[in-house]
């Protein structure tokens, strides 16, 4: 809130709402909120109790406080909001901040409104016209669209969107191709929100003992534990380092085979690690020492899977499956005290002992025995969310069996005969009984599977079952009903050994015996990533796998160990605000649009709204793409060309993400740097230049339909006397002058008609800078300065160009040239990455590697002054600026920065927003801004920190902003509230100190 104004009582708040209409974008795709709900055949009704939604965003849902605030104080004569004034409101809203919380027209269309669209345009093209021009196409839209708040500028904005050539008429399957497109580009957009990914390749630790690894688990605190089949337990580190391993199995006497292990999990609440051998015992271990603990003997039959689960207070479950296909359950009430009772008796091979039969008669134990299967169980589970027990085998007819822990039917007697069992010294009247009992009908779901189950999930939250197995599908199942799959993943190669869901990210991981991982989404029920064998390293055949949700990492044991690890994106601080998740190469203004767009690193384009900073469009981003590098905008600023590291130009209508031409070069190419949009007398062309060294010049001409265009022959004068190191940059002087610079310093100025040289320089430097070791001489940023109050050049027209450690160079380019001055424009000697001017002024905007704006107003530059005064300045990001544009008609300027931001401040460096925020502005409204406020990683920033010795090591760092000196002695302005800054140290030149 702006200094000095009042805040408004609670009792003066109002909401606004704004009437919507569904989008055909929401209809098709499903992915946003349904608005209306089918009541009928053929019959739509609103759904009133339905949340109403203003755009695409959710919080359009509620107007900001700003907005309210504003309304209220144009309204002078009333101090509260009443019901008899939402008329007023809503039409002073559209008024004011229209962009702000309107909708486009092509959010809105329904599938309705597509027909009567067709119908209109199908009756001009009877007539004898094939397409139609923006008046024509305004009446078909007012009559086939009942959007009664649509502007005319909305729709002729949406005329301009399709007509991206500026041919004036469009057509139906223009029309068409357009809303095609936009919607293909927005479920693109919702896939890659979706992305996930593996770090690949995976991390190894090579297992040189060649026995299998029997299973994997993880421990809360990130510690994975495994156990070999001879019974060595192992202790790796989440990067799989080696921390304690143990061989836990007596060696026997000669005669006797050794010991093996089947299974094993964790008792994580009693501190335990289970093991269950092949000598039908289940052992207990301390996890953390490893020592032994316990044993239970004499098991009818081989424990083949293992499971543990936690039932409730004191209380856990225990159960194995076996190769006869039944499922055996120790329920254990007082564990803890139980335990501790059995560590007491006496030992066999060193480890205390106890019978099953003599543990069963215990008045704390419950077993139970079910015959379920007539195959090997392959897995069991106990799930505490259900109360029940999944075991899975390879036969068709019971693949899988939900099952209850006790007999359900019987629930009666079975309370009678633990109240019985819990009389003090009173045993059980029933012995152990070996004989496996049948489940009735109703305690049971069965669920039959092609070729079996070899692992399965099952989740509470997703309602959901997930199974795999040799037919290498993977089913996913109502657990309630066992009929029909609710969906099937088809992708693996070769039979699935693993499959786990991820609840908290709607995630199932799964893994094939030949080494495959792969990542599926619940809802969307499609793939996310796979990672091949080849990309990950992982070789052999599958012993274990196991996935860690508090380490978001996948485990694999083969012939070696191995962790994928998932692609975590950094989790910002709740006051940081990002406009993409990657650094931001470029960005620039549409003034045809109002809009704002910005590319990354990533290859992502983001349209934003100019006035209001929420995201329009987004589109790009696939995997093939290469690094966006550079943008521009087209004359009329309908169409986006940018440049890549693949060396390539592509131009895009970037309202619906469509491709239209690639611009590209014969043989091998390089990175390109800069591209510009140029003017020739009449005539249109888009240049690049790069670290192939040459200029590239292609014609625009957008009635050619071949999509891929080879550049003119290049000028004779750039072959024999161009530049001899990687370009920078490129700048255009109406009418015929082009500038260059390049990596090594030099900057040549051409005539754009005849493509000679016209003059070259190269920057100087001063005395103490001659001999510095590694000193950055590359120019990235040029620009020319055309103003009739330049007194102290030669002519009206000027060269600028970014100089070493922070310097700008001055030169007069009419004339064969010659170097004017040059002047420390970046207080901390930083290289000057962009710049860029006001139309009807002098004044120079300065953008540095750290991410400050400098002001400078040339009329008044003196080429004898080393350090003019700057008008202003103050830090827009906290690294290098890759963006910077003065938007004259609204006084703002526009930056990006490599710290994955885009943001808007006033001309005088009032920050209005971060594109993306949560919070809407209007641009020409200040009480929407966020100054007085700063970026918050701005403020917390080290180089943001106020000047004093003590936080500073070296005292010339307080001496070279000394707050003694007058602002006019420092060449700033007095009332700067960020003039008082710490200096980051400055590669080859530590003394700070300005003339």
Known sequence: MPPGRKARSSSASGRLETQCVTSILSELGGSGERMRNISGPGKVTDDFSAPRRVGVSEDRKAQPEWLVRELLR????????????????????????????????????????????KLAFEEFETGGLRSTDAKTFGRI???????????????????KKIDYSDRGRISWGDFCAHLLQEYNERQETVRRSKEVAFILPATMKTLTHGIPIVNIHSTHDGTIVTVREDGVVCHWSPELKPLKTKPMFNEGPANRKSKWASDFTLMTEYNKLMIA????????????????????????????????????????????GDTEGCVTIILISSVGDTLRLWNKLPKIENVPNIAVDNAVLSPNVTFVRWKVHQDWVT?????????????????????????????????????????????EGKTKKVQLSWTPQLRASFDQTVFSIHKGVKTFDLSQKHSLLVTGGMDRLIRMWNPHFSG?????????????????????????????????????????????????????????????????????????????????????????????????????????????FRQVVSCTDGSVVKVWDFDSGRQVFEFGGTPDSYVITCMTFDHKGRRLITGGSDGCLKIWNFNNGQCLKTLKKDGERHEVCDCIFLKVHRNFYVMSVGRDRKIDIYSDIPED??????????????????????????????????????????????NAVSGRVQCRFVGPLQAEQQNVEGLDVSVPCIIFLKNSKLQQFSSATALLSSGVMGCINLWSVLGGGKFVGSFKASRFQQKITKLAKTDKTTLLYAADRIGYIYVYNMEKFAPKIKLPQAENFWRAHTSKITGLQIVDNDQVVLTSSTDCTVRLWSAHGEFIGTFGQSESWSVHISSSWKHPAVPY???????????????????????????????????????????????PPTPGDTDTEED
């Not at 550049?711 to 006397?721: A, G, T, V």
């Open 74 to 117: 144009q309204n002078r004569r009333r101090h509260s909001v009443t019901l008899g004034d939402q008329a007023q409101i809503t039409k002073r809203q559209h008024h004011s901040v229209h962009s702000a919380c309107s909708l486009q027209i092509d959010e809105t269309i329904t599938l309705d409104d597509l027909q009567k669209l």
């Open 141 to 159: 839209v007012k009559k086939c669209l009942s959007l009664p708040q649509t502007s005319n500028a909305q729709i002729q904005g949406l005329f």
């Open 277 to 320: 051998t092949g000598d039908r015992e289940i052992q207990l271990y301390e996890l953390s020492t490893l020592d032994p603990y316990c044993q239970i003997s004499a098991l009818d039959t081989v424990p083949l899977t293992l499971d543990y689960g936690y039932t409730g207070a004191d209380k856990c479950c225990v159960l194995y």
């Open 379 to 423: 897995q069991a589970k106990y799930f505490q969310g259900f109360q029940a027990v999944v075991s899975s085998s390879n036969e068709e007819s019971l693949s899988l069996v939900i099952g209850c822990v006790l007999p359900l039917t019987d629930a009666e007697q079975q309370l009678s005969e633990i109240r019985e069992a819990c009389y």
């Open 484 to 592: 029909k799959p609710t969906g099937v993943l088809k992708g693996h190669c070769a039979p699935i050994v693993y499959v786990c869901i991820a609840t908290e990210d709607s995630h199932i991981f799964s893994v094939s015996i030949d080494g495959t991982a792969k990542i599926w989404h619940i809802q969307d029920q499609c793939c996310l990533f796979t990672a091949e064998p080849k990309a990950s390293g992982i070789r052999g055949d599958m012993c274990a796998c196991s996935y860690s949700s508090a380490m978001k990492s996948l485990y694999i044991a083969a012939d070696s160990m191995a962790a994928l690890s998932l692609k975590i994106r950094p989790r910002l601080h709740s006051r940081l605000t990002v406009s993409h998740n990657e650094p931001v190469m470029c960005c620039g203004y549409s003034e045809e």
């Open 705 to 750: 339909l071949h999509h891929v265009q080879r550049p003119q022959p290049s000028w004779q004068d750039d072959l024999k006397n161009g530049h001899k190191d990687d370009i920078l940059c490129a700048a255009q002087c109406p009418p015929s002058l082009l500038a260059t610079s390049s990596y090594d310093g030099e900057i040549i100025v051409w």
């Open 937 to 983: 990683e701005v403020l917390i920033d080290p180089l943001s920190m106020p000047d004093h010795e003590a936080l500073n090591s070296k005292t010339q760092f307080s001496e070279a902003i000394n707050p003694d000196k007058t602002g006019a002695d420092r060449g700033e302005p007095k009332s700067e509230t960020h003039s008082r800054l710490r200096l």
